[in-house]
């Protein structure tokens, strides 16, 4: 049991540890991680979510951003829902609850230019075109 700790640990630590390493075509970065031709160095990839949170979003294991707002529970729904899940005032999904063309945009936070698409639920640019997930 502690060896399978301990490698455990060490497997992190390795993991952590390649944010802000050197890299090149050569010695590329883990997979989680990309490598910025400019300063040749491992960062996370930056994420822009497509439904925004109202404050911070939560940070994985290796402090890069994911899509979970901070404070949400992260249970998930096996159910389906073409206009996304209900959310609350915290940008939190509810379980299992589908949005109506009515709540689709409600507590909804796009950034920079983006706007919700009430036909999508969606951060979207002006015109239609929905926002890359990463930049």
């Not at 455990?8 to 910025?36: G, M, R």
């Not at 249970?75 to 589908?98: H, I, P, V, Y």
């Not at 969606?122 to 239609?128: A, D, H, I, S």
């Amino acid at each position: 049991m502690y060896k399978v700790i301990l490698l455990w640990a060490v497997a992190f630590c390795v993991a952590v540890s390649a944010i802000n390493e050197s890299c090149s075509e050569e010695t590329p970065c883990p997979w989680h991680l990309k490598c910025n031709k400019e300063t040749s160095k491992c960062e996370c990839h930056k994420y822009v979510c497509p439904r925004g949170c109202p404050g911070e979003y939560e940070l994985d294991d290796e402090g890069c951003q994911t899509c979970l707002c901070k404070g949400c529970e992260g249970l998930q729904c096996r159910k389906w829902c073409f206009l996304g899940f209900t959310t609350d005032e915290n940008g939190c999904e509810s379980f299992c609850t589908c949005n109506t063309p009515s709540t689709v945009c409600k507590n909804i936070w796009c950034t920079g230019q983006r706007q919700c698409n009430p036909k999508s639920g969606r951060c979207e640019l002006p015109g239609g075109e929905e926002a890359d997930d990463e930049y």
